[in-house]
């Protein structure tokens, strides 16, 4: 099992930034890829962007394209998500996932075993 801890989220100004953090606990993160998703109060849980396991490989949805940044520390077993020139649409509960290696549509999110809890993140236009 790794259970999934995220932190970072808030209220911030379109435009602002945050960076969201995931920590991880229970088996060897660095065995892992993760990902980010994010969910807005009656919409689907929609992928924000993966990296893999050594970090060489990431990928991002175009929403965030160019203003947000997937990166991991396997040493501290977290994952981070830099995010910059948020705006109001960005708004959702934000997800970390950990999973095995995702060589197909790594947006799918029963690709992933393990999920955190969520933390909120509201942007204000």
């Known amino acids: 099992q790794v259970q999934l801890v995220e932190s970072g989220g808030g209220l911030v100004q379109a435009g602002g930034s945050l960076r969201l953090s995931c920590e991880a606990s229970?088996?060897?993160?660095?065995?892992?890829?993760m990902g980010w998703f994010r969910q807005a109060p009656g919409k689907e849980r929609d992928f924000v962007a993966y990296i893999s396991r050594s970090a060489l490989s990431s990928t991002y949805a175009d929403s965030v394209k160019g203003r947000f940044t997937i990166s991991r520390d396997n040493a501290k077993n977290t994952g981070y998500l830099q995010m910059n020139t948020l705006k109001a649409e960005d708004t959702a509960v934000y997800y970390c996932?950990?999973?095995?290696?995702?060589?197909?549509?790594?947006?799918?999110?029963?690709?992933?075993?393990?999920w955190g809890q969520g933390t909120q993140v509201t942007v204000s236009s």
């Open positions: 229970g088996r060897t993160f660095s065995n892992y890829a």
């Open positions: 996932a950990a999973g095995p290696p995702i060589t197909g549509r790594r947006e799918v999110p029963n690709k992933y075993d393990y």
